[in-house]
């Protein structure tokens, strides 16, 4: 067994490697730029060492500065993660050369499966499902919208070293085709310094289902059941279970093997993913194979009670796998949420900044049986970086079926405290409690069509509203209680608190009484409805579990001006609980309108301004591209929303901008 391994990552991906690492006896060396200086995974490994500049290509893509860190520290073997070098041929060839152990596949198959052009031939060949496209290098964006056009719109752009989402664009029509190209292209360039682009249908209606693949050095291939990965944007993946809702026995075997047909093609060993698109009839076709750990590998390690990693190691090692395929069993269900920095009430545009409360739920074994794990690379107080992946953390859920596994992952997204910047957490919560998700009825198209217009949160029904508004009562009976108690007051003018409240929320007002019974504190409605209420809240806590009705909420709550603020399952209101008289008061008060931005167009995210497309005088139509704005790694085009003339450009490309700062003014 090893010694000592570095790992040649950083984030949540390290952290998650140095975990199992300690638990085998392994030392372990972290590596970091300078924006990593103290981040999570630095303070966790037994050294580190710093290897350059905050941009990944002068840092954690550079081989020479990995290979003198190993150097360095006589580190005998390297955990690559994923993304960075962990699918890069020469990196494992020049560790070979240094005589360290890669963790991971051979170098053959990493060129084999890295090059998506190559990698469909071998699919082709070893007997794998292929979806219809053009199997070669394109040239330029002409070339592109004849290939296009003769496949057959919509088609799939995508980069043949790409991975993650990065060079990857649906184009519908030849306009979409032609600035899919050089995007893709652009982004291609940036991210893997490889530009090579190709073509291929989109299927439509189409489910994501990978396969785990896991391979030792004496022969033995094995898979270890599928993941739905379905439920993305803009090719990213959002929210991952294992197994898929979808699948049958029958189809999940053929897709097994197959993967392993591919995999024993290659000579593969260590952990692998085949990815597969599946129609609506359950046809299933290869897609791409991941040579590396998937970030999404958490729920499959829930379902098999494997870890992944320690396979990885223990493979490099050149240990025969201790298990066969007999003896691989799914047992319950497992979800991952991704947690990103990232705003989801401006169409998930990127955030950075600090994290001024980073508090996730409680891990391990919960009370009704179920089991919550949160991988991550963060802290309270840690930065959010422009440099690298928006990527905060990994929260997934286990439960014995389906639908305890859902109900367990929206209680912990609830108790999942976040602060500082945008994030998705309310987005992660929506979805939870949509009745398509719960029946399982997933597509790549997902999310594009529960939120065609974007998210804008949760609007609560009846119900809801009527909890929130009980919770709002018991928390401004809580706040009157102690306003109360202020010594120094002369006894016979001290406050007297009312127990009759108009609260207000969601566009919603309810006429309200608060008081104790023998059964414990209530709420009554106008209605005579009568709501039962405990709490643990206290004035400063920021999240609280509130029974209603003998119904446990977690509850966010914070003090926002004279109002609460409410946030539960994708829900974020502010309630205002007045008297009587001040609410009827408040009724007369004219209410404040937002600015009038519809002639600016204002930089939607932290960024760089790649790109200006326009100039003053001229007149744009709707969905034209009017500026390009690089940001964590990705290319955001921003289009015009409907025809106007340019008045005014405000910064030139290469400016760096804040959230909101002004590109352009329209008359």
């Not at 060129?111 to 040239?139: C, F, W």
């Not at 194979?289 to 390690?301: A, F, G, I, K, W």
């Not at 929320?505 to 209420?533: H, K």
């Not at 025809?643 to 003014?665: H, N, P, Q, Y």
């Amino acid at each position: 067994m090893f010694k000592k391994i570095l790992i040649a990552n950083r984030g949540e991906i390290a952290c998650r490697v140095i975990r199992t690492a300690r638990k085998l006896g392994i030392a372990t060396v972290a590596v970091h730029s300078d924006a990593d200086r103290d981040a999570m995974h630095v303070r966790l490994a037994d050294e580190a060492v710093h290897i350059g500049p905050s941009p990944s290509s002068q840092s954690y893509i550079v081989i020479d500065k990995i290979l003198e860190a190993i150097r360095k520290t006589g580190a005998d073997a390297v955990h690559p993660g994923y993304g960075f070098l962990s699918e890069n041929a020469a990196f494992a060839e020049a560790l070979e050369k240094e005589g360290v152990a890669f963790i991971g596949p051979p170098v053959k198959a990493i060129e084999a499966m890295g090059d998506k052009i190559t990698s469909k031939k071998l699919a082709a060949k070893a007997g794998v499902s292929t979806v219809p496209g053009h199997i070669g290098l394109i040239e330029d964006a002409d070339e592109a919208v004849r290939i296009a056009s003769s496949i057959g719109f919509p088609v799939m752009i995508k980069a043949s070293a790409g991975g993650g989402g990065k060079g990857m664009r649906i184009a519908w029509n030849e306009r979409e085709a032609r600035e899919g190209f050089q995007s893709s292209k652009n982004e291609a360039k940036n991210a893997f310094g490889d530009d090579r682009i190709f073509i291929e249908k989109f299927v439509t209606e189409p489910r994501h289902i990978e396969i785990q693949v896991l391979g030792d050095k004496h022969g033995n291939t094995l898979y270890l059941g599928e993941r739905e990965c379905s439920i993305q944007r803009r090719n990213q993946k959002v929210i991952e279970e294992a197994p898929s809702p979808f699948l049958d026995e029958t189809t999940r075997r053929a897709m097994g093997e197959q993967a392993v047909a591919l995999a024993r093609a290659v000579g593969y060993h260590s952990a692998g993913t085949v990815e597969f698109i599946v129609d609506a009839e359950r046809n299933f076709y290869f897609l791409e194979m991941n040579t590396r750990l998937q970030v999404e590998h958490p729920v499959t390690e829930l379902v098999t009670d494997l870890d992944l990693v320690e396979q990885m190691i223990r493979v490099a090692a050149g240990e025969k796998l201790s298990f066969t395929q007999d003896e691989i069993k799914l047992e319950g269900w497992a979800i991952e949420s991704r947690l990103y920095a990232e705003d989801p009430y401006r169409n998930f545009l990127p955030s950075i900044g600090r994290l001024t409360r980073y508090r996730p739920p409680e891990e391990g074994r919960q009370e009704g049986g179920t089991v919550i794990r949160n991988d991550t690379g963060v802290f309270e107080g840690g930065e959010i970086s422009m440099y690298y992946d928006p990527m905060i953390a990994k929260l997934c859920a286990w439960g014995p079926d389906r639908a305890s596994a859902v109900e367990a992952m929206a209680e912990a997204l609830d108790a999942f405290e976040v602060e500082g910047i945008g994030h998705n957490l309310p987005f992660l919560s929506a979805v939870m409690q949509q009745e398509r998700f719960r029946e399982g009825r997933l597509t790549t198209a997902y999310i594009a069509e529960e939120f065609a217009d974007g998210f804008q949160g949760v609007t609560p029904d009846e119900a809801s509203a009527m909890k929130l508004a009980a919770v709002a009562v018991t928390v401004n009976q809580a706040l009157q209680e102690r306003a109360s108690q202020i010594s120094g007051t002369i006894g016979n003018h001290r406050r007297i608190v009312g127990h009759e409240w108009v609260t207000s929320l969601a566009e919603r007002e309810f006429q309200m009484t608060s008081g104790v019974s023998a059964d414990g504190a209530y709420v009554r409605f106008a209605d005579e409805r009568a709501i039962s209420v405990d709490s643990d809240w206290v004035p400063g806590r920021t999240l609280a579990t509130f029974n209603i009705d003998n119904q446990p909420m977690a509850v966010k709550v914070d003090l926002v001006g004279t109002g609460i603020r409410l946030r539960w399952r994708g829900i974020d209101v502010v309630a205002r609980v007045r008297s009587p008289r001040v609410a009827e008061l408040a009724r007369l008060m004219p209410k404040k309108l937002p600015p009038d931005t519809s002639k600016m167009l204002l930089c939607p995210m932290p960024g760089v301004v790649t790109s200006i497309t326009v100039k003053a005088g001229d007149t744009v139509e709707a969905g034209q591209s009017l500026a390009v704005v690089e940001a964590m790694k990705m290319e955001n085009i921003l289009r015009a929303e409907k025809r106007a003339t340019v008045k005014r450009v405000a910064i030139a490309a290469g400016a760096s901008l804040a959230v909101d700062e002004l590109i352009m003014e329209f008359e």
